[in-house]
Nanobody, 121 residues
Framework: QVQLVESGGGLVQAGGSLRLSCVASGSTFSKSAMGWFRQTSGKERELVAVIGFHDDTVYVDSVKGRFTISRDNAKNTVYLQMNSLKPEDSAVYYC???????????????WGQGTQVTVSS
């Protein structure tokens, strides 16, 4: 069982920055793909970015050039640096992990509880 705990959300003005963190329990982190998703009320959860255990990355088009996903295997932590934030980035952000399987993952094994990001205009 893997537990994922997100932090770093909050309220920020448009154009500002936030860095989300997700700490994972267990010993499989370094061999897991880690993804950041977001969801707003009434919409499906959307993949924002994912990083593989070889540091390959994939981003949704809407965040390319603004968001950066990274990982620190020594700390079992994945980060999402979000710059030039826009009101449409407001959502609950979730991290998720996937051990093994194809790249990029089609499904994830474990999910965090989420952290709220609100961008004011």
């Amino acid at each position: 069982q893997v537990q994922l705990v997100e932090s770093g959300g909050g309220l920020v003005q448009a154009g500002g920055s936030l860095r989300l963190s997700c700490v994972a329990s267990g010993s499989t982190f370094s061999k897991s793909a880690m993804g950041w998703f977001r969801q707003t009320s009434g919409k499906e959860r959307e993949l924002v970015a994912v990083i593989g255990f070889h540091d390959d990355t994939v981003y949704v088009d809407s965040v390319k050039g603004r968001f950066t996903i990274s990982r620190d295997n020594a700390k079992n932590t994945v980060y999402l640096q979000m710059n030039s934030l826009k009101p449409e980035d407001s959502a609950v952000y979730y991290c998720a992990s996937r051990w093994g399987g194809r790249w990029p993952p089609l499904e994830y094994d474990y999910w965090g509880q989420g952290t709220q990001v609100t961008v004011s205009s």
